[in-house]
């Protein structure tokens, strides 16, 4: 991104553009800092993808590495995509996985399932990941939950890429994960100058995990997201030492959303029932996984629904 723009003058575009998303620190306990790259305070979504951290590669051999307790969701999908390491996912639906690099754990949270994410005992020295979340659209945002663990995902390979595909379909090879509004996510491992090819309707983001790659004619830092409207039918990427980065995409989201904590509603009456369903054991226990998370104070203010930019 060599010509980024003040988050503040985002706008919906309805054709191509190069912008600057920075990365925000956030403690999430435990010693663990990720980067949060989605919301930001002007561009909230691109596609259904509502929720963009960035965490690692971080040294956890004595440490315990992931620690996070069950907690509630509802109205979106919860994409945990391993880089390195590996993340015990345990829920409400009884799903006990432990996901790897390359496996996709797609978790409907419909009208509510309650989810533990910790690094396993033993654990490998490193972990580094991405924990995305995708909006559900109003029709099935109350759709009855699921978790899916996808071990065999499609890959593209081209010159000076290989993409795996997590969501969506990339010129033809089509992930198996459920999908509730037109997206992308691929996850793109670099050697060379490379077109990905995308969807014109669709406004994309990339998201470097490592290396320094060129993106559309421009280098994007590691733990960046560059914004890239849409319009665009293929992206150019080039990297000089290997590089690997996530392009998420879909059709501009056009419904208003409500996100506060864990859940993606309507309304803020919809979100403080929501909490008051948690706090009163109103979601199905996690096995084996500890004491829960208490929901924190709803804010002052009135929670309103916003858009895809504000
Ligand atoms: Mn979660």
Known sequence: MDTPVEVCAAAATAGPVRELLPARAVPLGAGTIVRRLLPTLGRRMVGAWCFVDHYGPDEIIARPGMQVPPHPHIGLQTVSWILQGEVHHRDSLGSDVVIHPG???????????????VSPLPHGPVLHGAQLWVALPDAERAVVPAFDHHAGLPVLTAPGLRATVLLGDVDGAASPGAAFTPIVGVDVELTGPALLPLTPEFEHAVLTVSGTPEVDGGPLAPGSLG??????SSLRLS?????????????????QIVMWWNFVARSGEEVAAARERWQHGGFAAVPDSGPALNAPALPPARLVPRGRVR
């Open 227 to 232: 914004y890239l409207g849409s319009g665009r």
């Open 239 to 255: 990297a000089d030492a290997p590089a690997r980065l996530l392009v998420l995409g879909g059709e501009p989201f056009a419904e």
């Open 103 to 117: 496996e996709l754990g797609l978790m409907t949270a419909g009208g509510g399932i309650a989810h533990s994410e």
